[in-house]
């Protein structure tokens, strides 16, 4: 799971540069820096909780689905254990009444794993988002030119880490959660409103 997530925000983050490109430090004074996904994942205190819940209810859908698949199997045992004793006809609808049984254990193990995608998707979007208004933040105040993702086993196999900013990137992440922006408050705000004004 945390692997799928990494490789998911990697992609998303670096969507837009398909082609690998060369980047130094110049005479020109090209200004570069760079965060390291797997640190920044682990310290952002907000993406952790979210990663946490999402693994938590994985592992409720897994365990559903295991209950599920036991179920429909000792059915079909059975099934095969009274099959013999059985007229054609009492065979014929046990085996549509299995046949439905185990197309709706199909429907559910595709939804289930259909909601999984989704909440990745989410907090990858909310990773990269939060990310992005950091580094609009940290280009100005630092005057970079670029900023990496560097992970292991990424295009980028080294990084001196006179460059490295995660750690300021992660105290800027982390503050913002704690002091929430005033349009968060503002929509948190609205969304307990309609929450009181529906009950």
């Given at each position: 799971?945390?692997?799928?997530?990494?490789?998911?925000?990697?992609?998303?983050?670096?969507?837009?540069?398909?082609q690998?490109a060369?980047?130094e430090n110049?005479e020109?004074?090209?200004?570069?820096?760079y965060?390291?996904?797997?640190?920044l994942?682990?310290q952002y205190e907000?993406f952790?909780?979210?990663?946490?819940?999402?693994?938590e209810?994985?592992k409720?859908?897994v365990e559903?689905?295991?209950?599920?698949q036991q179920?429909l199997?000792?059915?079909i045992?059975?099934?095969q254990?009274e099959a013999?004793k059985?007229?054609?006809?009492?065979?014929?609808?046990?085996?549509a009444?299995?046949?439905r049984?185990?197309?709706q254990?199909?429907q559910?193990?595709q939804?289930?794993?259909?909601?999984?995608?989704?909440?990745?998707?989410?907090?990858t979007?909310?990773l990269?988002?939060?990310?992005?208004k950091a580094?609009?933040?940290?280009?100005?105040?630092?005057?970079?030119?670029?900023?990496?993702?560097?992970e292991e086993g990424?295009?980028?196999?080294?990084a001196n880490t006179?460059?490295d900013i995660?750690?300021?990137?992660?105290?800027m992440?982390?503050?913002n959660r704690?002091?929430?922006?005033?349009e968060?408050t503002?929509?948190?705000?609205?969304?307990?409103?309609?929450?009181?004004?529906a009950?």
């Open positions: 799971m945390t692997k799928f997530l990494l490789a998911a925000v990697g992609l998303s983050t670096m969507a837009s540069c398909s690998p060369t980047v110049t020109s004074g090209i200004r570069l820096a965060v390291r996904i797997d640190s994942q682990s907000y952790e909780e979210l990663a946490l819940e999402l693994i209810e994985e409720v859908l559903d689905l295991q209950r599920r179920t199997q000792e059915n045992a059975l099934y254990q013999p059985m007229s054609a006809r009492q065979r014929e609808a046990n085996e009444d299995l046949m049984v185990q197309q254990y199909l559910v193990e939804a289930a794993q259909d909601q999984l995608l989704r909440k990745q998707a989410d907090l979007n909310i990269k988002a939060d990310m992005d580094i609009a933040v940290l280009k100005d105040e630092l005057n970079l030119d670029f900023i990496l993702l560097y990424g295009q980028i196999i080294y006179d460059f995660t750690e300021r990137m992660v105290n992440l982390n503050e704690e002091t929430p922006s005033e968060e503002t929509t948190a705000s609205s969304e307990a409103t309609d929450s009181t004004s009950e």
